[in-house]
């Protein structure tokens, strides 16, 4: 008779500190086999790139850490969940499936209806717990933030497991994928070891001055957490993060950092629970009145955005730094992505692809939302166009970020430097940078494209369907107080 087993599926919640899940799967009786898909299909995804890959092989590296302390691994597997489960069938009897649930891309959402269906088909029982405080089946948001909250607070189950709660697969029972990883990099490094570290040195200090310096590129890069690609590969839960966070504040810290800092954790819940809701904004605005916006797909326009080269220094300075490194702060995102569908008016679908890719973190249902949110094709927020050139002035104001990601321009002199195609002759001359040559004259010229994007977003807003659909979404989207899902 085979052994009745039970499966622990890691997915986007590589990590063993509060992962319920786990903390459920290790009260069974059954022994656990631990498990990671490489499903290729979905893996090589336009949405993906190398730095995902590496960021999760670098936390499955970190958990393994972890596991082989207690003789046993997480088994990594090149193949989909329904073939594995079919392969280790031929030798064990399984009862359980345990998995936390994804708000994904539409293809990782069919992959778990397949499943689902599959499960049913063959008397496993899949039991999922949900993420970081984003719920299944929701109708509209009445109580969210209170359910949400209530999430947040909830004591934290401590997992102790034993030796021979796991089973560990002989090495050469199936085939496993190794993971290795060959060279340093720029890039932040995945793992739950990581995060802690990210985590403990923000609260010990550079929370300080986070609200002071959020939207400044270069010193939000020291003063604000940067735990957002360890929350979305999920080596970190928001609730463990919530809770140091407040513990913090009642030993002292203040509470306006503190506060500022675990609003932002709800944002994150907030924007998946919209596209759990409505996973149809992959494809189109989630407002569909937006659907007849026109705007006429411009090529050269799209690629001097994606290879920093518009002739904006902050623009370019911020796509030059995320491509690099894999951040940005959200103010510069929001900037990049104004600049794309404003100030070129090109669709937001020709740049979300792009930015994914680039984003360490990324996150489908943040992406998404936020994304459409700062082209202004919701309906319901304000609509905000951003000057790159005010912008650097108010958040560069001493060039340092310009300077270090675009290095033709680190012989201007401020305030000059914000303004390159303004440059005489001879001042292009004497700084070592000739416009047009060593850096591009401006691709447009940002006051007529104001006006224009300003027009025909604001006529937008009027046109009943928009009206109508705006309506819907906050019904749908927001509860009475819009206040907490304002941004
Ligand atoms: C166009 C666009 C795309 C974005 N895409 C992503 C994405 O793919 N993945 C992602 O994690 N964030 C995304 N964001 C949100 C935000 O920019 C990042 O979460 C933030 O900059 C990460 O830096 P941090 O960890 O230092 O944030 P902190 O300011 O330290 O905030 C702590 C955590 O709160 C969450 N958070 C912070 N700001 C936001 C926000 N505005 N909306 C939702 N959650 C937030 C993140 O999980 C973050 O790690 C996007 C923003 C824009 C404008």
Not at 30 to 42: E, G, H, S, T
Not at 160 to 184: H, R, V, Y
Not at 226 to 233: A, F, G, M, N, V
Request: charged share 30%; with cysteine; net charge positive.
């Amino acid at each position: 008779m085979k052994e009745s087993i039970n499966i622990y599926w890691f997915k986007r919640d590589l990590r063993t500190v509060d992962n319920l899940a786990l903390a459920n799967a290790l009260k069974q009786k059954n022994k656990l086999l631990l498990i990671y898909c490489f499903d290729k299909p979905l893996l090589e995804d336009e949405h993906f790139s190398k730095r995902h890959i590496r960021f999760i092989n670098e936390s499955l590296i970190d958990l393994n850490l972890y596991f082989k302390k207690l003789g046993t691994r997480v088994h990594f597997f090149e193949d989909n969940i329904i073939s594995i489960i079919k392969k280790l069938k031929t030798k064990f009897d399984i009862e359980k499936v345990f998995s936390h649930t994804e708000t994904g891309l539409e293809k990782s959402f069919k992959r778990d209806l397949k499943f689902k269906d599959y499960c049913n088909k063959n008397k496993i029982k899949w039991i999922e717990e949900i993420n970081n405080g984003v719920f299944r089946g929701l109708k509209n948001r009445k109580n969210w933030i209170l359910n949400w909250n209530n999430y947040m607070k909830k004591k934290i189950e401590l997992i102790n497991p034993k030796l021979d709660d796991f089973i560990t697969l002989n090495k050469n029972t199936f085939k496993e994928k190794k993971i290795k990883i060959n060279s340093e990099s720029k890039f932040q490094k995945g793992g739950t070891t990581n995060a802690l570290k990210y985590l403990d040195s923000f609260l010990d200090s550079r929370i300080n001055k986070y609200q002071n310096n959020i939207s400044k590129p270069e010193l939000s890069r020291t003063n604000c957490s940067r735990l957002s690609p360890y929350i979305s590969w999920g080596n970190i839960s928001t609730r463990y993060v919530w809770q140091r966070a407040k513990e913090q504040s009642s030993h002292g810290k203040s509470k306006f950092q503190v506060n500022g800092f675990t609003s932002r954790l709800r944002w994150q819940a907030h924007f998946i629970q919209k596209f759990e809701m409505e996973s149809k904004m992959q494809f189109r605005s989630v407002n569909k009145g937006y659907q007849k916006l026109e705007k006429k797909v411009n090529k050269k326009y799209i690629k001097a955005w994606e290879m920093g080269e518009t002739g904006y220094p902050l623009v370019d300075a911020c796509m030059n730094c995320l491509v690099e490194t894999g951040y940005l702060n959200f103010r510069m995102r929001a900037m990049l992505v104004s600049f794309l569908t404003h100030h070129l008016w090109q669709p937001w679908q020709e740049g979300v692809v792009f930015l994914a890719n680039n984003f360490l973190d990324f996150e489908p249902g943040i992406h998404y939302s936020q994304f459409q949110m700062q082209a202004g094709e919701t309906g319901i927020n304000m609509i905000r166009i951003y000057n790159p050139t005010k912008n650097a002035k108010e958040h560069d104001s001493e060039g340092v970020f310009i300077k270090k990601w675009i290095p033709k321009l680190k012989e201007i002199p401020t305030p000059l430097v914000f303004e390159p195609w303004k440059l005489s002759e001879i001042d292009q001359e004497t700084f070592n940078c000739k416009i047009g040559e060593d850096y591009p004259e401006p691709i447009v010229d940002i006051s007529s494209t104001y006006k224009h994007a300003a027009s025909q977003l604001w006529a937008m807003k009027n046109d009943p369907k928009v009206k109508l659909e705006s309506k819907r979404i906050l019904l749908k989207h927001t509860n009475s107080d819009r206040t907490a899902f304002d941004r």
